[in-house]
């Protein structure tokens, strides 16, 4: 479990000399408490307890502050004779070995603090990464699908034109050449749509996401002959251009996998509005998925998919179908942007 230092306490830093000075005096009153149904019990990790919390929200001098008191908490109230502070040797070095060893713990946590923030920090850096890559991959995408549809395909449709008026001009005494030319052309021309499809499906920017996954549906079971139901409850669902692509992606990703993994026969795609999120389900009755395999992080297309839902503030979960197969439930919130919706 991550533990953030509030900002508080690295603004004003009394207040944490003050909360680890609460929480001495609440390790005391613990300990008090079970001196009362235990005979003589090991007092000292209760307060190591309260070092440990001091150090982490206020670092290691505060520790230091927090293994000083506490070790006069000890010896004053817990160590004969009781509610007396000496100068004997034998109490001093007991205080100066507590306070040691508290130090070193402080030293140890403040360094696990620092460790964790860098980890964080680091991870930061590598989602926003991941995010602006993706941002830039999604709109090369887009300019080359664009280029390839609009300039290449243009460059076809005139070619294809040229043959047909070709065609007239030598009338009865065509010959089969040109035929077969024009059908190449034509088969060129869907090629190039597929492709461009594939890079960006126009109908993502022109009509919004809900209209490009019943498209994806529509182009899978055309492509892969595997039945594809398309369900949506609310197609007024609307998200910022960021979270649309990256559930299309997820979408089509998941559908990808079914194609080469899961032997279905058919395959269900529900959209639904539901408390604020947008709901998107994948169930497939196919031979299913080893879950524990995933868990281990060694299903690359799945963990790209987990990446995409995090960097949008979603959340992805795989799981079992009815009777088998597969379902992949991607939940996204609909009210947030996407700049406050990302998961850290």
């Not at 140890?108 to 590598?126: D, V």
Request: net charge negative.
């Amino acid at each position: 479990m991550e533990f953030t230092r509030p900002l508080i306490f690295d603004e004003r830093p009394l207040l944490a000399y003050l909360a680890s000075a609460v929480m001495v005096a609440i390790a005391t009153a613990l300990t008090a408490l079970l001196w009362l149904v235990v005979d003589r019990p090991a007092s000292a990790p209760i307060f190591i307890a309260a070092i440990v919390l001091s150090a982490m929200i206020g670092g290691f001098r505060v520790g230091v502050f927090a293994a000083m008191m506490g070790g006069l908490a000890l010896d004053y109230f817990f160590i004969q004779p009781f509610y007396q502070l000496t100068l004997a040797s034998d109490d001093v070095l007991r205080w100066v070995f507590f306070v040691t060893e508290g130090t070193v713990v402080s030293w140890i946590t403040e360094k696990l603090s620092l460790a964790s923030a860098e980890l964080n920090s680091s991870r930061e850096e590598l989602r926003e990464l991941t995010r602006h890559q993706q941002t830039l991959r999604e709109e090369e995408q887009k300019r080359i699908a664009r280029e390839i549809h609009d300039e290449l395909g243009q460059m076809l449709t005139g070619l294809k034109l040229d043959i047909h008026l070709m065609k007239k001009k030598v009338g009865a005494g065509m010959p089969t050449d040109l035929d077969d030319l024009s059908s190449q052309v034509d088969a060129t021309i869907s090629s190039v749509r597929r492709i461009a499809s594939e890079l960006r499906p126009s109908i993502l920017d022109d009509f919004g996401l809900i209209p490009a996954l019943e498209w994806q549906a529509g182009e899978f079971e055309s492509k892969f002959g595997i039945d594809c139901a398309f369900v949506c409850t609310d197609e007024s669902v609307q998200l910022d251009p960021e979270a649309e692509a990256a559930v299309f992606r997820i979408v089509q990703e998941a559908l990808t996998n079914i194609a080469r993994h899961a032997r279905a026969s058919s395959v269900c795609v529900t959209v639904e509005n539901a408390d604020g999120d947008l709901r998107v389900a994948i169930e497939d009755d196919g031979v299913g998925i080893d879950l524990e395999k995933v868990k281990k992080g060694r299903s690359l297309g799945i963990v790209g998919m987990r990446e995409r839902a995090r960097l949008i503030g979603a959340t992805l979960e795989l799981g079992t179908g009815d009777g088998s197969g597969t379902v992949v439930e991607l939940a996204v919130p609909i009210s947030a942007p996407a700049a406050q919706r990302a998961v850290l």
